[in-house]
């Protein structure tokens, strides 16, 4: 069946430094593909999304770009910031009515 | 503003005794559906439902009960808790079936203990 596996956390890294965290994914067919991002104690928030190959979402300076070949979907950032500490989630649409089918998440902390 | 409402956000409550979570969502939303999310596992799909009257059985429904008899409302039921539905619960709601052109509404959560 389909699946999305993301790297482990946690993952800490210093303000302004350089951010991926990888994502692949295996599904038939073509799937849309979202990044989540949960902040302490709230739900969860759609970040970006692409909805075929090599599209690239984007948002808050986040970027990701849907590798078909590949079959993956990194999350990526060029300088992070302390409000960006969460735990983010890759995750895919399931054909039909069965909705999202996420990674097990990765908890991101970005330190002063 | 756009909303889905959860409640309680936290219940700890003792095997066996019934509960119930409660959802409401205020953007007249088709589709709506349970997850739940545990350590190591990500988000699970308890029960998602297309429509009023219309429900049906997500990845780990065992345990669980649904009803939806309001476009707005979708509550959780746990007939009989045990300590393995211990968990952090999330509802969300989205306009159509998800699609490539729609976005999925999460709650803010519900943490459940079950002693």
């Known amino acids: 069946g389909d699946s999305v596996t993301q790297m482990e956390g946690p993952v800490t890294l210093s303000e302004e430094a350089c951010l991926t965290i990888n994502c692949t994914y295996t599904a038939t067919g073509y799937p849309s593909l979202f990044w989540y991002v949960q902040y302490p104690g709230e739900g969860l928030q759609l970040l970006l999304k692409a909805t075929k190959a090599d599209d690239k979402g984007s948002n808050k300076g986040f970027e990701a770009t849907y590798r078909k070949e590949t079959t993956s979907f990194h999350l990526e950032k060029g300088s992070v910031q302390v409000s960006d500490s969460a735990v983010y989630f890759c995750?895919?649409?399931?054909?039909?009515?069965?909705?999202?089918?996420f990674g097990k998440g990765t908890h991101l902390i970005i330190q002063p | 503003e756009a909303q889905v409402t959860q409640n309680p956000r936290y219940l700890i409550t003792v095997t066996g005794k019934k509960l119930t979570v409660t959802c409401s969502q205020n953007?007249?939303?088709?589709?709506m559906s349970w997850y739940r999310q545990d350590p190591g596992l990500g988000l699970r799909q308890i029960y998602y439902s297309m429509n009023v009257e219309v429900t049906d059985k997500g990845d780990v429904p065992e345990g669980y009960k649904v009803s939806r008899k309001e476009k707005r409302n979708f509550p959780l039921i746990l007939e009989s808790p045990s300590p393995n539905q211990t968990s952090l619960y999330f509802c969300?709601?989205?306009?159509?079936?998800?699609?490539?052109?729609?976005?999925?509404?999460f709650g803010q959560g519900t943490r459940l203990t079950v002693v």
């Open positions: 953007m007249n939303h088709e589709y």
């Open positions: 995750a895919l649409l399931r054909g039909g009515a069965d909705g999202l089918t």
């Open positions: 969300a709601s989205s306009l159509i079936p998800l699609g490539r052109n729609t976005e999925a509404f």
